[in-house]
Every structure is written in structure tokens, then in C-alpha cells.
């Protein structure tokens, strides 16, 4: 239905900012919600971040974070609507991880948007390491 191509990730300071992208393979607006988590090494997924790509000018987009990263990381997508971006900024050594683009068929799935069975699509992963 869809394949999801994560970039943008790489080594950087604390403190500092990475912006990833997920690049979708075909139009996504008003289609999918759209998921970003990560997952460190013997540690679970977690969510991180989503939008629903509302095409709806007056009602917009809907958004949601993780508590750990809502001041720090803002979700958005292109005017093309088949990008996602995660800008992260004032990265912490505990950001770092693999960090995952997902995608769920229609709108983000209510109190449940950050459990990983409720995705459909998965990208490959982009890791993003954050060092003191």
C-alpha cells in the first residue's frame, strides 16, 4: 500500500538538532496517520511522535508527542504530502536510537497512537546517536 524510507539521522552533540524525514510512495493526506518511534538496543519501541495529514484548512493537522520529547521535537509534512519530518532539537544522550517512520491506514488511532500493532507500514530504520 505503502513504503516508508527514513533519513536525516547521524551522530550529533548533545544539545544539538537532527531533522529526519520519511519519504511515503504515494500521497498520504488525508490517508494515513503517520508514526515516528525509536527503539535503543534491548529496549522496547516507543512512539515518539504523530500526525494525521488533515487536507482541511480549518480544522488542520492533529499532532501528538511523547511527554519526553513534546518541548523538544515538533511532527510535520511537506506541502507535497508525502513527506514527514521529525525535527528534533536540544537532543539528549537518552534520544538515542533507531528511529522508525510508520504508517496506520486512516486516522490516528485515538489514546492508542504510540502502540506499534496499530501501524500497518514500517521503514527501515535511521539511527540517531546523541554523545555528551
Known amino acids: 500500500q505503502v513504503q516508508l524510507v527514513e533519513s536525516g539521522g547521524g551522530s550529533v552533540l548533545a544539545g544539538g538538532s537532527l531533522r529526519l524525514s520519511c519519504a511515503a510512495s504515494r500521497n498520504i493526506r488525508d490517508t494515513y496517520c503517520m508514526g515516528w518511534f525509536r527503539q535503543a538496543p534491548g529496549e522496547e519501541r516507543e512512539g515518539v511522535a504523530a500526525i494525521w495529514p488533515a487536507s482541511i484548512w480549518s480544522i488542520g493537522s492533529s499532532t501528538y508527542y511523547a511527554d519526553s520529547v513534546k518541548d523538544r521535537f515538533l511532527i510535520s509534512h511537506d506541502n507535497a504530502n508525502n513527506i514527514v519530518y521529525l525535527q528534533m532539537n536540544s537532543l539528549k544522550p537518552e534520544d538515542t536510537a533507531m528511529y522508525y517512520c510508520?504508517?496506520?491506514?486512516?486516522?490516528?488511532?485515538?489514546?492508542?497512537?504510540?502502540?506499534?500493532?496499530?501501524?500497518?507500514?514500517w521503514g527501515q530504520g535511521t539511527q540517531v546517536t546523541v554523545s555528551s
Open positions: 510508520a504508517a496506520s491506514r486512516g486516522r490516528c488511532p485515538g489514546g492508542r497512537w504510540y502502540e506499534t500493532h496499530e501501524y500497518n507500514y
